[in-house]
């Protein structure tokens, strides 16, 4: 099916975008039949472009040439030295003169991880193009999943409003500093004191009661 310039120069709008919006830490691989024939222009197209192209470019192969290139992408099928019959991936059904119209594609910095791409004759896959088959061996790293810390709980300080409970906090404080006993190290003596008043506050005036937000809207 032919299309109108118009109508190409949207696609391949809307899968920059695509690509543009994918996260670095991501893999990219397109695959698909581009209609494009890329040539072997290597040194106007490099990297973009290995150095074992074939045949004539076209304005399709502009049009995928050019976005392999801004987006810094490698036609593998143009990296790997193959026969002819293991390098095109269609025969016309006239002329009987073969081209590489289908592609698989992936990031510059990623090309060493594809280990092979070639087409498969003989395979039946439902068209009239041959079957692409490549070998990847990608690296995943698994995603690192950040633990934010809980906030430190706080205290019920206003308790200290109610007198009962002012007196008993100061009577436990001083019971249990008395338990200390005496010491020459002032720093022992210091961090004692500390876990004193901590402990004896935790247990008399407890804890705030944490606020969680509504799942909801309020307008629900």
């Known amino acids: 099916m032919m299309h109108t310039d118009a109508v190409k ?13 994918t996260p ?16 072997r222009d290597h040194r106007n197209y490099g990297p973009a472009l290995g150095h074992f192209g074939k045949g004539n470019c076209n304005s399709n192969g502009e049009l995928l040439l050019n976005l392999c290139t801004q987006h810094n992408l490698v036609i593998t099928n143009t990296y790997f030295h193959q ?3 293991h390098y095109y991936t269609w025969k016309h059904p006239r002329s009987k003169h073969c081209h590489l119209l289908d592609y698989v594609i992936t990031k510059k910095e990623h090309k060493k991880e594809v280990l092979n791409t070639r087409a498969m004759r003989g395979e039946e896959c439902g068209t009239d193009h041959y079957l692409v088959k490549s070998r990847l061996r990608f ?3 698994p995603r690192i999943r950040r633990i934010v810390p809980k906030p430190p709980r706080k205290l019920n300080v206003t308790n200290l409003k109610n007198s009962e409970a002012k007196r008993k906090i100061q009577q436990e404080i001083l019971n249990n500093v008395q338990e200390i006993g005496r010491t020459e190290n002032v720093e022992n003596y210091s961090n004692e ?14 804890f705030q009661a944490r606020k969680h937000q ?4 309020r307008q629900v």
Request: no cysteine.
């Open 214 to 217: 509504d799942w909801f809207s």
């Open 139 to 141: 690296q995943i790293r």
């Open 24 to 39: 670095e830490s991501d893999k990219v691989v397109l695959l698909g039949d581009f209609n494009a024939r890329v040539g």
């Open 9 to 21: 120069e949207e696609f391949y709008r809307q899968l920059s975008e695509v690509i543009r919006g």
């Open 193 to 206: 004191l500390k876990r004193v008043v901590h402990e004896t506050s935790e247990t008399v005036l407890g």
């Open 83 to 85: 026969l002819d019959h």
